[in-house]
């Protein structure tokens, strides 16, 4: 009879996880379709369409849309993450080691056959005011001069690093979204046609391809040190590249990880010291970008609003971690506005003087570069790794990241506790759900003593289980 017990027992509970795993699953299709019911509808009209429209075509509800997404912005965001990870998958570098005609037309299929299909949603993250989806403009753009660099690397090398730099973004420019977009739909011109425009046009702008003995001897030091770096060869007596592997005073992760010692004290020697209490704004979106900085002590909260006025959480940032370094390249305002979670104390570093950081060192320009595409690629397998977490797994790593930064051991193993005030309405938004499915999870955390309220900003969490709703083993607390 125990036996039969246990069967039955097992039978039931085989059953509830296959039940759970099914409407997860479900869950994730459905977000796909209107991620893709989306792209659809502005392949067929480049207007925005409406919540009602889309959750037609993907054949859900509108409440079943909103469920998914908190807000449209956030659905553009989304499609914008999904369509880079699409793209740069299909933007595959071929044909690199060919001649001169064969790398320009290989390099042109690739690029029309993009902007043929993305060109809808490109004028659409141009038209809207989300500084999110500039920033994912921005990346694409640079990802394309990358690629550039790869494909025409035997003509690049007998220029010099300034000469180099002006060509490809003028090639940038050549072969932009908005280039194709006046080729197709401003002149008329087929696909065959406007690309035998840009082969035509690039070929013209080219410098002559060297002779395959002369190429080794003629490549420019900036391209020598990006290559070898790539293919593993060990070029040591390059500055910039003995910093590799190095930790420096600036962390990693950032723009300014990786620079040699000299670079990151030349730095901080014109460096000052911001010091920001609890709930104290360091920079709103829109603000000038002046220049970065490096939190030294404290945790931050980095934000958004979208034009309903609804935050969206980008991250919780504690010590060691480099707000607003964008702004050190492109000089824009600020995309985004940053407030310090408890008291914060900050080195902020000058845009002007990194860029004469650069002036003097132009070696600097390919480990930006570099840096850059990393962490678009880091960001192409969150997304894509994202987006098959069940909505507990998401609540659960937004709450670790609170727990990491605000947390504090307690005296039982395996517990922290934190004491500060969580809004539901900020878990949800740097999970990005919806507030109404964060307060349902949370309730039933609750229930399982996963994490307990002891007052209004006291709570007590257990680590190991928060890590295995999260699908996570230690990540957050090594």
């Not at 900003?457 to 607390?477: D, F, N, P």
Request: aromatic share 6%.
């Amino acid at each position: 009879m125990a036996r039969l017990t246990y069967s039955r027992t097992t039978l039931v509970t085989q059953t509830t996880l296959t039940k759970a795993d099914g409407r997860r699953l479900r869950s994730e299709r459905t977000r796909q379709a209107i991620i893709e019911a989306y792209l659809q509808l502005l392949w067929r009209d480049p207007t925005m369409p409406t919540a009602a429209q889309i959750a037609k075509q993907a054949g859900c509800s509108v409440r079943s849309l909103f469920e998914r997404f908190a807000d449209l912005d956030t659905l553009n965001l989304a499609t914008a993450d999904y369509a880079i990870t699409q793209g740069q998958a299909e933007a595959v570098a071929r044909n690199v080691e060919g001649d001169r005609p064969t790398r320009i037309r290989s390099h042109i299929e690739t690029r029309a056959k993009a902007c043929e299909k993305w060109l809808p949603l490109w004028r659409v993250i141009l038209s809207l005011d989300q500084p999110e989806l500039r920033q994912r403009a921005a990346m694409a753009r640079f990802a394309n001069i990358e690629r550039m660099k790869l494909m025409y690397r035997p003509e690049l090398s007998t220029l010099t690093e300034s000469a180099a730099s002006e060509l490809l973004v003028a090639l940038a420019t050549l072969i932009s979204f908005e280039s194709w977009d006046q080729l197709r739909h401003c002149y008329n011109l087929s696909m065959e046609n406007a690309q035998a425009a840009w082969r035509s046009a690039i070929d013209r702008m080219l410098p002559t391809t060297p002779i395959a003995g002369e190429q080794s001897r003629q490549t420019a030091p900036h391209l020598r040190t990006m290559h070898s770096r790539k293919r593993g060869i060990d070029v040591t007596s390059s500055p910039l590249c003995e910093s590799v592997g190095r930790a420096t005073v600036f962390g990693s992760h950032n723009l300014l990880s990786g620079l040699p010692p000299e670079y990151s004290s030349r730095l901080l020697a014109r460096a000052s010291t911001i010091d920001l209490a609890k709930g104290q704004a360091l920079f709103q979106i829109g603000d000038d970008g002046d220049g970065c900085y490096w939190l030294k002590q404290g945790v931050l909260k980095v934000s958004i609003a979208s034009n309903q006025g609804t935050e969206r959480i980008l991250a919780i940032l504690g010590p060691g971690s480099i707000v607003g370094e964008l702004a050190m390249i492109d000089g824009l305002p600020r995309s985004a506005s940053v407030q310090a979670l408890r008291d914060s104390s900050l080195i902020f570093v000058a845009r002007s003087t990194f860029l004469a950081c650069l002036r003097d060192s132009p070696e600097l320009y390919a480990h930006l570069v570099d840096t850059l595409v990393a962490r678009l690629r880091h960001a192409d397998e969150e997304v894509a790794a994202a987006s098959f977490l069940s909505l507990n797994a998401r609540v659960a790593r937004a709450l670790l990241q609170f727990a990491n930064y605000l947390g504090e051991p307690t005296a039982t193993p395996d517990q922290v506790i934190i004491r500060h005030k969580l809004r539901q309405e900020d878990l949800a938004a740097l999970a990005d759900v919806a507030r109404e499915n964060a307060s349902r999870i949370l309730s039933e955390w609750g229930k399982r003593k996963i994490i307990v309220r002891q007052s209004p900003s006291v709570y007590v969490i257990q680590k190991s289980r928060l890590e295995r709703e999260a699908g996570l083993t230690g990540k957050y607390w090594e």
